[in-house]
């Protein structure tokens, strides 16, 4: 099981990661609104997706109504591990959202 922080910008054109903090800390751009829970599902929706993972693997521990959220995701470290590599390069200082890839 990973347990992962994920600063969330919501309404953004597409929903993409687009920097990894640390070994456990990403940000992402999530292209919903940030009401009704709409931000929320999207996130879950595209990190189940990308991970190949049903939605119920990933649950929100705690921030559901804040751009900092603290999320459980039942898959192994090893899958993580691609997964973060596969969707953002090593992001330098001034690099922005362009670099992000969509599953």
Do not use: C, W
């Not at 969330?8 to 992402?28: S, Y």
């Amino acid at each position: 099981m990973i347990l992962l922080t994920i600063f969330v910008h919501p309404r953004a054109k597409k929903t993409a990661i687009v920097e990894q903090i640390n070994e456990n800390t990403i940000k992402m751009h999530v292209a919903a609104n940030p009401e009704k829970g709409q931000a929320n599902k999207e996130l879950i929706y595209f990190l189940a997706k990308a991970l190949g993972i049903i939605q119920s693997k990933i649950h929100i521990i705690r921030g559901k109504t804040t751009p900092m959220k603290y999320i459980s995701i039942d898959v192994s470290q090893k899958i993580f591990s691609a997964f973060l590599q596969d969707q953002i390069r090593p992001l330098q200082k001034g690099d922005s959202a362009k670099y992000a890839k969509s599953p």
